[in-house]
């Protein structure tokens, strides 16, 4: 064989190992909310690590190999099993895990549109103040769902169930008036289980609100995705890209939502670290 074809066949093989060393190097960050309704977050931390590549490497959000619930969830980013989590914070979860200040849904989250039962709009229609809903109504929610305690500390009527799906069914079956969901959630939600609910309706009347900012959590120790993350969320903040993405997601909810014409009932949120800084709503809420 002559020199020259050994030299080009070095040279392939020298490319080829440093394509798969480089692939081996592809740091994953592993998520345990591999639901539907967590896609948008999903998507926004693949955005962070690729605007953050060239500074940190490549890497990629994948996850967890498991289907878990929230709480166990957080036992595993604790452990540091998986890398990441999607969730509001409070106080206890500040103290538990580190945070990454970026409200990732611009306040979103604490504006709550009702589910119902299709039947029951009149009797929610007559509701104007927190004293008729406290009086009048039952909430279905999370058992193990950060603002249980919220709903709990401004007296809301509530019983607590542990899975997720079983919520649809309580408020279908009457067992509770109505289950509280994130304004980005409700429509989607009697799109998806509109097979299973048929009975179920978005309320036309009412919205509560509580601050509520969900943040990404990492672990505690994990400082250099902690600062990765945030640093990625900056860009894409400056450069629009997060705002067009926010948009995308939940442009027609928020057009659905016609919050302006709601009677909009205020709750407080006790849960709140002192150095937890409210949402800015305004780039979302000025455009319904």
Excluded at 47 to 58: S, V
Excluded at 109 to 134: A, P, T, W
Aim: charged content about 25%; glycine content about 6%; aromatic content about 12%.
């Amino acid at each position: 064989m002559s020199q020259s074809r050994l030299t080009k066949i070095s040279i392939v093989l020298l490319a080829f190992c440093c394509i798969n060393a480089h692939a081996e190097k592809v740091k994953q960050v592993v998520y345990f909310q591999d639901d539907a309704r967590f896609s948008y977050d999903i998507e926004l931390l693949q955005m962070a690590l690729d605007n953050t590549a060239e500074q940190y490497g490549p890497a990629k959000a994948v996850a967890f190999n498991q289907k878990v619930n929230e709480a166990r969830g957080l036992r595993l980013l604790e452990q540091g099993k998986v890398d990441v989590a999607f969730v509001p914070t409070n106080r206890e979860r500040e103290l538990r895990f580190q945070s990454v200040k970026f409200p990732v849904l611009g306040g979103l989250l604490g504006y709550r549109i009702l589910l119902i039962h299709q039947e029951s709009q009149d009797k929610f229609s007559r509701v104007e103040n927190i004293d008729q809903l406290r009086d009048n109504m039952i909430a279905g929610f999370g058992l193990h769902w950060a603002d249980m305690q919220i709903l709990y500390s401004n007296q809301i009527p509530v019983i607590g169930h542990p899975e997720y799906e079983e919520l649809f069914n309580m408020v279908e079956q009457r067992r509770v008036d109505y289950f509280p969901r994130g304004l980005n959630e409700a429509w989607q939600e009697i799109e998806r289980f509109k097979g299973q609910h048929p009975g179920l309706a978005v309320e036309q009347h009412l919205a509560l609100y509580y601050p509520f900012p969900r943040y990404f959590f990492v672990n505690s120790s994990d400082d250099a995705l902690a600062k990765r993350l945030l640093a990625g969320l900056k860009i894409a903040k400056a450069n629009g890209s997060f705002e067009k993405h926010f948009f995308e997601a939940f442009g027609e909810w928020i057009h659905l939502a016609q919050l302006k014409d709601r009677k909009v009932i205020h709750l407080n949120n006790p849960f709140l670290s002192d150095d937890t800084p409210l949402p800015d709503s305004s780039f979302w809420i000025d455009r319904e």
